[in-house]
């Protein structure tokens, strides 16, 4: 997902058609991170399965990485990813695939019904989030169960209802668009009550939980774009508020999708995000003692792992990282994309067990994704 300037690739074995495409879908022309550590490691994949693939919307899995959507069809403009244009959607279609990381076993697919949906970025080990696009009937989100396929709308109005988020108490968050404004605002909806948190000037836009009661939130004003992080606890979220600056003029909606989407599913409490002016993966922890950290360069994509270190993809390798480290441990010497899986323990504690990796490539014929397991993290 290109968020920024191109730069040249680096001399090495030239990228074939698919590598390109993958590249396409993660950032535009990336450069080879210098300096690796060279190292044996004791992590261990294996394949599972093969997904289809679009050369452009990524899959999402269930956080326990049984489940995987993916979405095919026509491809879909930016603008109507972005909230921005109000276009009914075309003949997308979803798939729902069950995964076998122990022995790789696969199912047929589960085909969703309904038509012309987006992937949303959310999903649990129950269901996932989607969005309608519908012209002027609105932008609708709904809700699909991995196990039957059935669609349940969450929210159904003329408004353009856009990036909806859960939290593992079952409150929704999401970005709304009244058909006589321009401006996004954010609503939260509870089992209570459903409030409205706005400043009245802002766009703001693709909320994602931290834990139950603090959401992160990119802002966008007057060109300027920031992420934001608030406190719901309080009768005001907006005076809770710290954030952390990304650009500083010429940002667009694009540029919001094209940031929030490079991590659309991480542990609680933990945000990873492509920053478009320093060219690489970025971790926001408001309050902790490294707040800001930059993973290595030209970094696309990131996991954690439970020990704090994380999974980083560049656009022709994957690391093992230390946060304060300037690079990591070599894992492989391809494009491939880390996605974390996780389990809750008996204190309903959230671990992250292990890492899929998802190859970017061409398979009988037909583009595809394959899935590996990679386990033995700790």
């Not at 997308?92 to 022995?103: C, F, G, N, V």
């Not at 949906?117 to 989607?130: F, H, K, T």
């Not at 059935?150 to 999401?174: H, I, M």
Request: overall charge neutral.
């Amino acid at each position: 997902m290109s968020c920024g300037g191109k730069q040249p690739v680096s001399n090495g074995n030239p990228l074939n058609v698919s590598q390109q495409a993958a590249l396409k879908t993660l950032r535009s022309n990336i450069k080879r991170a210098p300096n690796a550590i060279i190292s044996s490691s004791n992590d261990i994949d294996w394949p599972v399965g093969f997904l289809p693939w679009d050369r452009f919307t990524l899959p999402i899995f269930s956080p326990d990485g049984t489940n995987a959507a993916v979405q095919l069809g026509p491809s879909v403009p930016s603008e109507v990813l972005s909230g921005t244009d109000r276009a009914t959607l075309g003949h997308t279609i979803i798939e729902l695939h069950q995964i076998d990381p122990t022995h790789g076993k696969t199912s047929k697919p589960l085909l969703v019904e309904q038509q012309g949906l987006l992937l949303g970025r959310y999903a649990d080990n129950v269901s996932l989030l989607v969005e309608a696009p519908r012209g002027d009937a609105g932008r609708w989100i709904g809700r699909i169960d991995w196990a039957t396929g059935q669609l349940r709308w969450l929210v159904s109005d003329e408004a353009t209802n856009a990036f909806p988020t859960l939290n593992s108490r079952g409150d929704l968050a999401w970005s709304r668009r009244f058909k006589n404004e321009e401006r996004y605002h954010l609503v939260l909806k509870t089992a209570v009550e459903q409030r409205v948190i706005d400043d009245g000037e802002s766009d703001w836009l693709m909320p994602s939980f931290a834990g139950n009661d603090r959401l992160y939130i990119y802002r966008l004003r007057d060109g300027a774009l920031s992420l934001v992080n608030i406190d719901l606890r309080a009768r005001d979220p907006l005076l809770t508020a710290t954030a952390i600056s990304l650009m500083e003029s010429g940002s667009t909606r694009e540029h919001v999708w094209q940031i929030a989407t490079t991590n659309p599913n991480n542990p609680e409490g933990i945000l990873a995000f492509y920053h478009p002016i320093h060219h690489r993966m970025t971790i926001w922890q408001p309050g902790k003692s490294m707040e800001t950290v930059y993973l290595v360069r030209d970094s696309v994509a990131a996991a954690p792992v439970q020990d704090g270190s994380w999974i980083v993809t560049t656009s022709d390798r994957v690391i093992r990282q230390q946060l304060g480290s300037d690079d990591g441990i070599l894992l492989r010497n391809r494009l491939a994309v880390p996605r974390w899986k996780s389990s809750r323990s008996p204190s309903n504690e959230l671990r992250v067990i292990g890492i899929i990796i998802l190859r970017l490539g061409y398979r009988s014929s037909e583009y595809s994704i394959s899935v590996q397991a990679e386990t033995r993290l700790r």
